[in-house]
């Protein structure tokens, strides 16, 4: 049984995906044993205590600067003993001393089609706002390990939604979050428990 840590930093939604298909039996090989968050108060916390998940708060603003944080979230990993570590809304960018200590162990779920609307400041209802700017007829999500650049990982899963006349950035974020993210997270995470996921040069390919 894989142990699997949760960060977040908001609503908790695609946390809430992941409970779900624990509960429901999709994630087999693995258990979400602690759920991290950037910011109290966060409604994930509420989430994960509802469901019994083990919680614990990391405020990015009591740290100066990303490394300091960093070394402060791998040493919570470390002692959680994670195997897998899944940002799920997690709106902070990880120095290489976490990705270099947990390679290929690291998933974020990134809410557009990797490599359009991406990188850094591109989270959240902003990468809807750019996408809607530049006026595409298809959007969708990304499920991707993490490495040093920020989401430039291997990509595990996409799939798309139409972009439709008179979308707002709101309209189009729940429709990506409920026809795509709250699939590809949990499914990606159900196989990387039972290791159907292998990478090779640098490229994510799932065992069927
Ligand atoms: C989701 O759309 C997720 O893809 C996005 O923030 C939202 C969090 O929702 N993540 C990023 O933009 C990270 N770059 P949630 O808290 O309800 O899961």
Request: aromatic share 6%; hydrophobic share 40%.
């Amino acid at each position: 049984m894989k142990n699997i840590c949760v960060l977040v930093s908001g609503g908790g939604t695609n946390l809430q995906a992941l409970i779900d298909a624990q509960n429901d039996g999709i994630i087999k090989a693995g258990r979400i044993t602690c759920v991290i968050s950037s910011k109290e108060g966060a409604y994930a916390l509420e989430r994960a205590k509802k469901a019994d998940i083990p919680t614990v708060v990391i405020p990015r603003r009591e740290y100066a600067d990303s490394r300091s944080y960093s070394e402060a979230i791998l040493e919570e990993l470390n002692r959680q003993k994670a195997d897998l570590v899944v940002l799920a809304g997690f709106m902070t960018i990880l120095d290489e001393c976490v990705t270099k200590a947990y390679p290929y162990k690291i998933i974020n779920v990134h809410p557009a089609l990797i490599p359009s609307f991406c990188g850094e400041g591109y989270y959240g209802l902003k990468v809807h706002e750019k996408a809607l700017e530049y006026g595409v007829k298809v959007s969708g999500a990304t499920v991707h390990f993490v490495n040093e650049e920020a989401d430039a990982g291997a990509i595990i899963m996409q799939d798309v939604v139409k972009v439709e006349n008179g979308d707002t950035p709101e309209i189009l974020q729940r429709r990506i979050m409920e026809n795509v993210e709250w699939k590809i997270l949990p499914r990606t995470v159900a196989l990387f428990c039972e290791d159907r996921i292998t990478v090779r040069d640098g490229k994510a390919y799932i065992d069927l």
